[in-house]
Structures are given as C-alpha cells and as structure tokens.
C-alpha cells in the first residue's frame, strides 16, 4: 500500500497545509514543525518530488534575479543568457538592482520573497556580509550564486577571475611593461579580491613585486575609477600600464587619459577585465578578457532549476574559464607584436 500525504502529515503531527508549505516553500513554518515534516519524508521513503507531485500545489514558476548593476554591460548579456535559459523551462523572472549595497540586497530579497518566487539567481553585494543569505536560508528559497562568491559551500557559477588577471598582467610585462597599475574594484566583493590576486600572480612571474601604490581602487565604477587614474598619472612615476578591473572603470580610465592628452597606447597601455559590445570600436581597439557571460547565465539557471527539482542535492561550484581578447590598446598589433 502506498504511503499517502495524508500518512507524512499524521506522522509529522501537523496540517496538511503545514506539509505543503514546508515543501513547496509557500510560507514560512516554525522550524521545529519544518524539521518533523523532513524527518516524516525521510521514514516514509516520499521524494520531495513525488511529495510535491501529490501535493497538487502550484508553483509560481517564477525565478527572482537580484545583481549589484543593471547599467553594467556585463549583467546586461548574463541575465539575458538566465531570461532565455528560464523561458526555455516555462518560467518568466523578476529582477531587481541592490546596487550592491547589503541593505538594499536585503530589502531586494524580501520583495522577491514575498512575490513567492520559485528560487533566486543572485550576485551577492558583499562576501563579508551574511544577512542576505541566512534570510533566504530561513524562507527556504533556492539560490544560486553569479559573477562574486559570498559562501564557497553554497551553489555558484563565476568566471576563473584569478587565472584570466594574471594571463593580462604576464602579456604586458611580456611586451615590455615593468610599472603597471590596477584599477581594483569595489572592496568587500570576491570579484575584486580574486583579481587582485591574479594581478599580482602575474607580476611575480615576471620576476616584479607589485608596488602597492599603484593599486588603487576604482570602485567598480566609472567616475571613481577617473579621478583613481588621474591620482595615479600625477605620480612622480606613473604607470605605463593599466589594467582596469572591470569594464565601467575601463571607461573611466580612458576619461581620465584623455583628460591629460595621454595616447593608448602610445603613451600608456590600458586593458581591461570585461569585454563589451563596443571595446572592438574603440580606437584604439581594446583588449579585454571575455567572460563567458551567456554560459555563466545559462549554467547558473540551470543549477537553479536543478536545485528546485532536488532539494537536496549537494551544493555546486562551477568557474568557467574567461579568454583574451587581443586588440591594440595593449600597445601590440592583432599580430600579437608590439
């Protein structure tokens, strides 16, 4: 004879509606009810998907996305990889801006909470910063780290930032670079640590310590990272390289160089991790390191759908490799010489 929902609930002690809440995550539930339903599941052999399958509930077949910077080009091309990759599996998403301030995210996580999402593809505003996550821990809400990492045990898709920086940092040292300065971004963000990490990784294997004035920090965006730049070309020993951090502070150096009437890369070298739709236009043309944004944004909705049909799956981390895109503004021709 068949174990029925009616059976999980007689053993849990609870309602019915309490089961279906706990499993669908509909509404929050005292954790003691919610620990004797999962224990009532677990004696009864019911899957939570045969469970949700005879619960009859609908989902709302929504997915809530929350990033740090919708302007970003970068977020641009990922969530529209996750929108696609969604519909694909008939759900439609909610997005929504934190700005990447932690308090922001919170109240961002509340409002997709409370519009009962299925689950929530989010770049966390900070790593040091455990609100965000503890809350959607203690709704039951599925999540799925992208772009920075806040808890390395919890499902992520990033980039290899580490790996791709250092790659940029050894080309300009190849070509004949020794001073070579970082636009670093916004602190607190594991993207901004990761690829200062790699910048001096790459500097090491050209046999130079990284000077730790020329690090600076660009705040991931553009007016921070000119006035960062100009600080950095009044120096009595400016740079003859930049690497930006990221693309908004790529743009903001550029500003800043041209201010000055300081040529790329006649005068200095500018490259930049990010690429973007018009890097290839700029003259001269940029070299970046390409994130795979369309594989980050379908590999995480994936992750997330994954995790919603198995609950409790064990926790993912994926880095995909970034590659270089080869232009000019290094100082090299398409050639790779200088």
């Known amino acids: 004879m068949s174990v029925t929902i009616r059976d999980v609930s007689v053993l849990a002690g609870v309602s019915l509606s309490t089961v279906s809440h706990v499993i669908n995550n509909t509404r929050a539930v005292s954790e003691e009810a919610r620990r004797r339903v999962l224990e009532a599941i677990r004696q009864t052999g019911y899957t939570p998907n045969s469970l949700a399958r005879s619960l009859k509930v609908a989902e709302t077949r929504t997915i809530g996305i929350a990033v740090g910077d919708l ?33 922001l995210e919170l109240q961002a996580l509340r409002v997709l909470a409370e519009r ?53 940092v050894r080309h300009l040292c190849e070509i004949g670079h020794r001073r070579i300065a970082m636009l670093a971004g916004l602190n607190g963000l594991s993207t901004s640590s990761e690829r200062i990490a790699g910048f001096k990784a790459g500097m090491r294997d050209c046999g130079l310590e990284a000077d730790p004035g020329l690090i600076v920090s660009g705040l991931s965006r553009i007016e921070p990272a000119q006035a960062a730049t100009l600080v950095l070309m009044r120096r009595p020993a400016p740079p003859t390289g930049i690497v930006a951090g990221n693309n908004l502070m790529a743009l903001g150096a550029m500003r800043a160089l041209r201010e000055l009437n300081l040529r790329v890369p006649q005068d200095i070298a500018l490259v930049s991790f990010d690429d973007f739709a018009w890097a290839d236009l700029f003259s001269p043309r940029m070299t970046t390191i390409a994130q795979p944004c369309r594989e980050i944004g379908e590999r995480a909705m994936d992750m997330l759908l994954d995790r919603l049909r198995l609950p409790g799956g064990p926790a993912r981390g994926l880095r995909l490799p970034a590659t270089l895109q080869h232009r000019q503004s290094c100082g090299c021709g398409m050639d790779g010489h200088a």
Do not use: C, M, W
């Open 71 to 103: 302007p970003n080009p970068y977020f641009t091309d990922v969530i529209y990889a996750l929108e696609a990759r969604a519909r694909q599996s008939g759900f439609t998403i909610l997005l929504s801006d934190h700005g990447n301030d932690p308090e």
């Open 116 to 168: 009962r999402v299925d689950g929530i593809v989010l770049a966390p505003a900070s790593n040091r910063n455990r609100a965000a996550l503890e809350y959607l821990d203690q709704r039951g809400i599925p999540f799925v780290q992208i772009d920075r990492i806040a808890d390395p045990s919890r499902d992520y898709v990033v980039a290899r930032n580490k790996a791709a920086t250092r790659g940029l």
